[in-house]
């Protein structure tokens, strides 16, 4: 085991800044999600720690050591991908024995360490068989077993999930985070999916554009997003963010023609004028049209969603979402108020980052 | 099970037949007109030209004569040196070299890929003529491109055909024909995922382990159809009657140059069909095989 340092790690193709100069800082057995939309550069970023892919400067440091331009097998990695990469002409020991085999590993102490590691990953009546006899889930078992035999100092993850069906992936989603705690090796699990990301990592790094957005533990992205990109990305459905002019001295907040708001607390520095408010749905509620302290919203559509419902108004032209716990659908009608819990709301300057 | 056809039969049959009338015309009578003609002293000139008579067979055992088989321009003789040429220019020749070129320039784009892509891909199209002349030129002892350029680094030039002449036409097979075995791995890798490679990259088997324990077994039914495939091809080849005339001294004369000779340069008609359905039998086993393998390939 052993932590993780990317320094100023940058990696251009052509015009396109996959990767720009990052920086990121994981300790001795955290999980880190990488997390971000297609293209963000989250894989570009794994594939660089891996070794697949060098960068064009910057660094990367693993435990006490550099290991920018070193070959793959010259890291102590592992490294999980999307389609397994199981190898179709051996069996599932042998895929799994196969990183002690290229180690010069004895025949008998891979035997062994084969039989130890499918135990704990409950695959030990498959090991004879051929990975196309194997179900897309036992398939991703014997992937992770291979990755944690030869114990090595770092996992890494590529949208391992991605390939399975719902059911199937929150099932493997469980399974990994219990292993993560009992193998405890340092992860770094690259994922487009925010609620696997969430539920499995330590520490999350939300990026955009080759650039990391936001780095934090699971409450704090989407309790407290650092700008309007991490706001809008996660949650789901994701933060209102709405248009809106602040009058700082009378702590008024607009969001349109007689849309006003009076501010109860303290605003940010730099709260001024026009700027963006942020609040979850689940702090927006609905109450009789007119009442003070409301915003006079129209309502749009209802979305029964389960255990809660989506309800989404207009507020001037704006679009917000409010989301009740409820077993059924309210009965509303056309014409409703919007209270804003105020404690839980943000405002976002025009650089698009967290006014605190 | 329901039969659903588009046409009737008779007009269907009426598609196949010129197909049919085809093969019959220029295969199958052939075939057994060169049957029964390998049971005769049938020749072009001379007294069984006019009278052939039956002579069993005779003609096969003349072949198989295990005394004189092996001397130089015999049958035998003939067939090993066909063997050699196989194995050096179509196993060892076309398929190495095809395989290395595949592997040095997997998952790369770049213009010395194309350039070596296209430059095998025109050898392997040019008409046979063409590169024959172009390789005569090329070994030319006097004014040949070849000893122009060992000449540039001080090196004697050679009279190839006439001192290498296996060597010679191994060179030129295996360059005519590389970009058949190049193109069938370079897509049989592509087909490949990349993770594989990487997986095995990242879990640090060296570039040897990667080659033997991952590449080889996913290639190996591409590799078996790939060499039959050539051996059929090379096995049947006559362009290097174009070089050397199967000389110096019957040194390059591979089956194909030797059943033209019996058959259609001494006119020995009967002799020639039997050297004919000899060669046929022999395809025969190695298309067998092909048929085999992939068939095997198919069900797996």
């Keep these: 085991m052993a932590s993780l340092n990317l320094t100023q790690l940058r990696r251009h193709f052509g015009t396109v800044k996959a990767v720009d100069n ?10 880190v999600a990488l997390l971000g ?38 890291r102590n990695i592992a490294m999980v991908f999307q389609d397994y990469a199981l190898y179709p002409h051996m069996t599932v020991a042998e895929n799994v024995g196969y990183p002690l085999k290229v180690r010069n590993v004895q025949a008998v102490d891979i035997r062994a360490r084969v039989n130890n590691v499918a135990e704990q990953l409950q695959i030990n009546h498959l090991l004879e068989r051929r990975p196309s006899q194997l179900s897309g889930g036992q398939q991703q078992r014997v992937a992770l077993a291979r990755a944690v035999i030869h114990k090595a100092q770092i996992t890494l993850y590529d949208e391992p999930l991605s390939n399975l069906d719902s059911k199937l992936r929150l099932e493997a989603r469980a399974f990994l985070k219990h292993l993560q705690r009992e193998v405890g090796v340092t992860s770094v699990y690259v994922t ?9 990592a330590d520490l999350i790094v939300v990026m955009n554009d080759g650039k990391i957005m936001q780095v934090g533990s699971p409450k704090d992205i989407y309790q407290t997003p650092a700008n309007m990109f991490v706001a809008g990305f996660i949650g789901s459905p994701p933060m209102n963010l709405m248009a809106c002019t602040v009058d700082a001295a009378t702590r008024t907040l607009r969001f349109g023609d007689n849309l006003a708001l009076q501010w109860q607390h303290d605003l940010p520095q730099g709260a001024h004028g026009q700027v963006t408010f942020g609040i979850r749905p689940e702090y927006v509620s609905i109450r009789p049209a007119g009442e003070p ?37 309210p009965e509303l009608p056309e014409r409703v108020g919007i209270a804003l819990d105020q404690k839980r709301g943000f405002f976002y300057g025009t650089d698009g980052n967290r006014l605190i | 099970m329901q039969q659903r056809t588009v046409l009737s039969r008779p007009i269907s049959l009426a598609f196949i037949s010129p197909a049919f009338i085809l093969i019959a015309l220029f ?3 052939p075939f057994f007109s060169i049957f029964s003609m390998s049971f005769t002293n049938q020749a072009l000139t001379g007294a069984a030209a006019k009278n052939p008579q039956y002579v069993g067979l005779d003609n096969y055992a003349e072949l198989l004569d295990f005394d004189t088989w092996m001397t130089r321009g015999e049958f035998g003789s003939s067939i090993l040196i066909t063997a050699q040429f196989v194995l050096g220019s179509a196993l060892i020749g076309q ?10 320039f997997y998952r790369r ?25 172009a390789w005569f030129a090329f070994l030319d002892p006097n004014t040949g491109t070849l000893n122009n350029i060992l000449g540039l680094f ?8 006439l001192k290498f002449p296996m060597l010679s036409i191994i060179a030129f097979n295996t360059w005519r024909g590389t970009a058949f075995s190049m193109l069938l791995f370079t897509s049989a890798l592509s087909a490949i995922s990349p993770s594989y490679l990487e997986t095995s990259q990242v879990i640090g088997a060296s570039r040897w382990q990667q080659f033997r324990d991952i590449l080889l077994p996913m290639l190996h039914t591409t590799i078996a159809t790939d060499l039959i495939l050539i051996t059929l091809w090379t096995f049947n080849t006559f362009t290097p009657y174009l070089l050397t005339g199967g000389g110096p001294g019957y040194q390059t004369e591979l089956v194909s140059i030797y059943t033209y000779r019996i058959g259609l340069q001494n006119f020995e008609f009967g002799r020639g069909s039997a050297v004919a359905v000899a060669v046929m039998l022999i395809n025969l086993v190695l298309a067998s095989v092909y048929l085999i393998v992939s068939r095997a390939r198919k069900t797996k």
């Design chain 1, 22 to 31: 990052i920086d990121l800082a994981v300790n001795d057995g955290q999980f």
């Design chain 1, 37 to 74: 939309p297609s293209g963000c550069g989250k894989t570009t970023t794994l594939r660089m720690i891996a070794g697949l892919e060098l960068p064009d400067s910057g660094e990367i440091k693993i435990g006490e050591k550099p290991v920018t331009h070193l070959p793959p097998r010259d």
């Design chain 1, 192 to 200: 487009h999916d925010q609620a696997e990301a969430m539920a499995l």
């Design chain 1, 293 to 329: 302290g409301t915003l006079d919203a129209k309502l749009y559509v209802m979305q029964m969603l389960g255990s809660e419902s989506l309800i989404m108004l207009h507020v001037g032209n704006q679009l917000v979402s409010a989301r009740l716990i409820a077993d059924d659908l």
């Design chain 2, 27 to 29: 295969l199958i009578y």
């Design chain 2, 95 to 104: 398929a190495g070299l095809g395989m290395s070129i595949a592997l040095l």
């Design chain 2, 109 to 133: 784009n770049d213009l010395l890929r194309h350039l070596v892509y296209t430059l095998a891909i025109i050898a392997w199209i040019t008409p046979d003529v063409v590169i024959g002349f």
């Design chain 2, 154 to 161: 001080g090196l004697p030039a050679q009279d190839w055909l």
